[in-house]
């Protein structure tokens, strides 16, 4: 009986739902965030009978023919692009995104790693880095004497200093860009990594190229929407039981089945 089989791969469809959305609901509060959406697609088919294949001898063509499935896969779990709600934090080195991009940071091993998390931090030695430590690119160094810290939309970051009225400009942050968002890696603490099927990493400063621009003093919060996560929930709950239930029902029928004298 395929039933149990079908039932059990819907079963096991609806689980991965709910994964995705407790993940989504887990990251609420992760600044830069964007939800996943978990995709389906049918499994493979049994052709008991093709359509349009020949039924009589006088040339008579089924219309539709008999095609059993056989349950449902995972097809991709996918982000869901949209930027979030900006926030305001009042934070020199905290930067928001507006719009497309990513900064890029310097992985230990020397690789690059690209993010939406803007809460940026600087070293006892001055450098900015993330909220990991790792290096933001193109490696900049806030000079220990610095008052206070200004960053335009272009990505220009200005010193002030005590001793002088006009600011000194330290450094330039840029963003990167991908062909396919939706294809880079995620690997954890904010960060992605490039693919094959993202694309390479298209460089530019902010503003041009259809890159987002900066806000200092805010960040990008998650994009995740409760109401409709707690909808997804449900709807993915109710599958699950539904699914039980055909197994129910198929094991009651194989046990007439097997009482049948």
Do not use: C, W
Not at 166 to 172: N, Y
Request: hydrophobic share 40%; charged share 20%.
């Amino acid at each position: 009986m395929k039933a149990l089989q079908i039932a059990a791969s819907g079963m096991v469809a609806q689980q991965m739902r709910v994964d995705v959305v407790s993940n989504n609901l887990a990251n609420m509060s992760t600044t830069g965030y964007n939800a996943r959406r978990a995709d389906f697609a049918d499994l493979h088919y049994q052709q008991l009978a093709r359509p349009g294949s020949v039924s009589a001898s006088d040339g008579t063509v089924l219309p539709t023919g008999v095609q059993l499935g056989l349950g449902v896969r995972p097809a991709a779990v996918s982000v869901v692009l949209a930027q979030g709600p900006i926030a305001q934090t009042g934070g020199d080195l905290d930067i928001a995104i507006e719009g497309k991009g990513y900064i890029e940071v310097t992985l230990p091993g020397g690789g690059a790693a690209y993010t939406r998390d803007g809460a940026l931090k600087r070293t006892g030695d001055g450098l900015i880095v993330n909220s990991e430590g790792y290096e933001v690119a193109p490696g900049i160094t806030i000079p220990s004497d610095a008052r206070t810290l200004a960053i335009n939309a272009d990505g220009e970051i200005y010193a002030y200093f005590a001793d002088r009225i006009e600011p000194e400009q330290i450094g330039q942050l840029s963003l990167v860009g991908f062909t396919n968002d939706k294809g880079l890696e995620a690997i954890g603490s904010n960060l992605f990594v490039e693919t094959e099927a993202s694309g390479p990493a298209l460089q530019s400063t902010p503003g041009e190229n259809g890159l987002g621009t900066l806000r200092q003093g805010y960040l990008e919060e998650s994009s995740v929407d409760a109401v409709r996560e707690v909808t997804e929930l449900i709807k993915a709950q109710r599958g699950y039981e539904l699914n039980a239930k055909v197994i129910t029902a198929a094991d009651q029928m194989l046990s007439a089945t097997s009482q049948v004298r």
